[in-house]
Structures are given as structure tokens and as C-alpha cells.
């Protein structure tokens, strides 16, 4: 189906290439796909015949990240890519892929990933007419101010990426979007992927009352209030919100223990609610908000979060889920999905490859973005449709 709604009006800024780093191959695909297809359409039209390299069979530029056996690295680009329009795509918290250094087998880490990323850039060599980093889960995002004698390592990575030669950064559900001051003449972007979240679970649960008297939306923190405030302002539902007491005296894997969670809205009697977040990790303050809620009365409990990392498995999730404490959890695939998780019957997966190729082919034809990072229409026309039937 071609693109809606997207008007392509101006001269392409050069020819389109696609970059995925080592594991994001599988989104790059379905990226690329969505591309293609877009653009094979248009055959017909008049609109940038002329222009060279603009309907392709593929977008994908080859690179590789070869390392040595010492565990160094370097970057190779595979083919000429001066004068294109890159967009690299890369996944920083992917520890599925492995290296080896000295015999032994090592997990990738984000500082792996975003060493690599670096690497790519230095090999384009400033050949490149304009790079875009396409980074959804953004890189140490959540060392991203200082409160004593520490690091300050996201505005640094930003910082670098810019001063590398890249003009623009796209995140998705950055931790704290304030951290795009140390970058201020650069492009910077932080989308939610509310549309995706609120289409996964109409495709999943037929029987949702959307309204205020039979539904709510929850922060699960103070930090997350903003993206909870729109999504109840675009359903028309009320919210609520937790805010975290913690110790700070005392310190524990970098970061105050929570001592409570305190709530602060109206009644839950009865009410399925939408939990909203920008991450799951190890699951525990999502846990412990769930249970607060079930105290309440609350009914179903549905989770949307942009990045599912599962950093202590899935086990705690299977025992929450059969105990009934959560009905479904939503994420995207911007980050890296197990087998074992896209099996799991809680589990919905929000495809956002889609949503990437368009922000993709509207930049490279340096159209504006601004119908692209809010989406109200889109999800009154998904609400209404899901409520006539």
C-alpha cells in the first residue's frame, strides 16, 4: 500500500543509504522493504524521475566490524557510499552478538555497539553528503545528569557523534530529552511510539471499554508523566501516577533503593489500566506498581513500554502473568527480541518499521516530520473504528 498522507514535494538530498549496524539487520530489512516498495510505486509518477539512484531494489549499504584477536575492532564500508544520504541504524543494548578476544567469547555491550558505530562513521570518511544516526534506545540515556563527582557520558556520546561529522539524532523515548542542550545546533529527536502502543493492544483485546469510567492510564513515575498525560489527553481518560520514595543515603547498583511507591489519583475500582514507561529492565518498579493497583481494585493491568530489555529474564513475568497480576505486556522491536520473549503469550510485539521508513523517506527528501511525532489523528481514527465495531 503506498505511503498516506505523506507529501514528497522537495529534491532529495542524495541518494538514500540504509546502515545497520551488527544486529539490527533484521529491522534494517523490513525497513529497507518498506522503502523499496514505496518507491517502486511511484514508477508511474513523473515525481524524481530524474533524479539518480532513486528507485532502487535496495537501500542497504554493506559494512562489516571485524575484530582482531586482541578484541580490536575497525570499521569497513563495502562499497562507495559518497554524496549518499546515510541513515545508520543501530541497537546499543543487543547482547546476542559476540566477540572473541584472546580465545574468549565475549557479550557485546552498548559501549561495544556504539564503538562500532563510531567506526562506520570514521570509515565513511566525510564522504557522505549528510549522516543521521537512527539510535532507539539512546546510548548511557540514562547517565544523562550529574548529581555528584560523575560522569557525564550521554551528553558526551552526543557530543562526539556531532562533532564526527552526523547532523542529526533520532531516539526513541529518550530518558531525560533535556540532554539534547549539550547538542543545541544539531537535530535532535525523541518519539514515542504511542500509535503502535494503542494499535497492538486493540489487535489484541477485543473487549476494551475505552472511557473514563472503565479505563485509566498510569506513570509509573514522576519522570514519566509527560507521555502518560498525552496518551490519557488523546483517549479522553484520566490518569494517575506513582512517584518513587527513595533512600538516599545509601547507594545500590548505582542508583537509590526505591523505599515505596506512593499513589496519587482517582478511583481504580474495577478499571483496567494501561501502565505507560520507557523501559522495562529488570521488571522490579513495574512489579511493585502492579501490585500497588491490584490493592486498589484495579482490573486488568495492560504494560506498554518502548524497550523490553529483560535484563534478569522472563521467569518473574511468567509467574506475574499466571498469577494474573499482569494481562499483557506491549513493547517495540527497536530493541533486540528474544525467541523465547516474541513466544510468551502476555507478550505483544509493536512492529515500528514501518514508522522508521517513513521518518526515513521524508527526511531524505527533506520534507518536514511534524504530522510523523504526533500522531492524535491516527489514534482517534484507530479508537473509533475499534469502537464501531
Known sequence: MKQENVALNNIPVGALGLIPMPGTEELGEEINHHLVRWRNEEEDDDYNHSFVG????????????????????????????????????????????TYKMCGQENHMSPDDHFQNLKRIIAALGGKAHRITVIMPFLYEGRQHKRTTRE???????????????VENIITFDAHDPRVQNAIPLSGFE??????????????????????????????????????AVYLANVLGLDIGMFYKRRDYSTIVNGSNPIVAHEFLGSSLEGKD????????????????????LKKRNANRIFVATTFGLFTNGLEKFDKAYEEGLITKIMTTNLVYQSPELLSREWYINCDMSKYIAFLVDKLNNDSSI????????????????????
Not at 67 to 94: Q, W
Not at 274 to 284: K, N, P, T, V
Open 54 to 97: 532513486y528507485h532502487r531494489d535496495n537501500y542497504i549499504l554493506k559494512v562489516a566490524t571485524p575484530r582482531f584477536g586482541s578484541g580490536e575492532g575497525k570499521g569497513l564500508l563495502k562499497e562507495s557510499a559518497r554524496g549518499y544520504d546515510i541513515f545508520l541504524l543501530c541497537d546499543v543494548t543487543n547482547h546476542s552478538l
Open 151 to 165: 560522569s557525564l557520558d550521554c551528553a558526551l556520546a552526543l557530543q562526539e557523534l556531532v562533532n564526527m561529522g
Open 190 to 227: 525523541t518519539v514515542t511510539p504511542a500509535y503502535q502502543f494503542i494499535k497492538g493492544l486493540l489487535a489484541a483485546v477485543p473487549d476494551l471499554q475505552i472511557d473514563s469510567d472503565h479505563m485509566m492510564i498510569i506513570s509509573p513515575d514522576e519522570g514519566g508523566t509527560n507521555r
Open 273 to 292: 489500566v494501561i501502565i505507560i514507561d520507557d523501559m522495562i529492565s529488570s521488571g522490579d518498579s513495574m512489579f511493585d506498581v502492579a501490585k500497588e
Open 370 to 389: 511534524s504530522d510523523l511525532l504526533n500522531p492524535y489523528d491516527k489514534i482517534q481514527a484507530l479508537v473509533n473504528n475499534y469502537k464501531e465495531r
